[in-house]
């Protein structure tokens, strides 16, 4: 039933007589594939100091993405990523490239990852431009909470090894 409603909207179900002469919105290959097909869906302990969540919505739309990354701390390398996705297909979409496009890449390198260049991927049209903004903004957010938490768990180890030498 789900997949068929997804057919409808993506344009790919039979159409009825009443709709004939309509043309559908037809969605880039790309992005009927990550969404029928998503990569990476998912999620991580979001307590393990080694994973990122970033959590970003567009309250005009609706749709609500969840990206994590998991990093490893000896080399700032990020070694597998998830997401979880409330929205369109759209969103759906350019969360599963997302979460492709970061894996085993360093941190810095996937802060250079632009919403234009997730859009130009999947051939958002422009009504779909804030999708790719959300993966970006998600991104961006996850890597922002890693380094909250590596900051946070190294000040405490440095509180603690200081509290042993001053004993």
């Known amino acids: 039933m789900l997949k068929h409603v997804g057919n409808r909207i ?7 007589p009443v709709t004939q002469g309509v043309l559908p919105r037809l969605y880039h290959e790309r992005v009927v594939d990550h969404y029928n ?11 393990d100091p080694t994973v990122g969540t970033g959590l970003v919505g567009a309250p005009a739309c609706g749709d609500v993405m969840k990206l994590q990354i998991k990093v490893d701390d000896k080399t ?16 759906i979409a350019s ?19 632009k919403n234009t260049e997730i859009a130009k991927h999947l051939s958002l049209p422009p009504v779909k431009l804030h999708c790719s903004m959300l993966a970006e903004d998600a991104i961006k957010a996850a ?20 509290k042993a030498a001053d004993a």
């Open 76 to 91: 700032g390398k990020i070694t597998d990523a998830c997401f979880k996705t409330f929205g369109c297909g759209s969103a």
């Open 10 to 16: 993506l344009g790919l179900g039979k159409r009825s």
């Open 37 to 47: 097909n998503p990569r990476n869906v998912g999620s991580f302990d979001k307590n």
């Open 95 to 113: 969360s599963s490239v997302a979460t492709e496009w970061v894996k085993g890449r360093q941190m810095e390198e996937v802060l250079s990852i």
């Open 143 to 162: 890597v922002k909470d890693y380094e909250a938490k590596k900051a946070k768990f190294s000040g405490s180890a440095d509180a603690s090894t200081e």
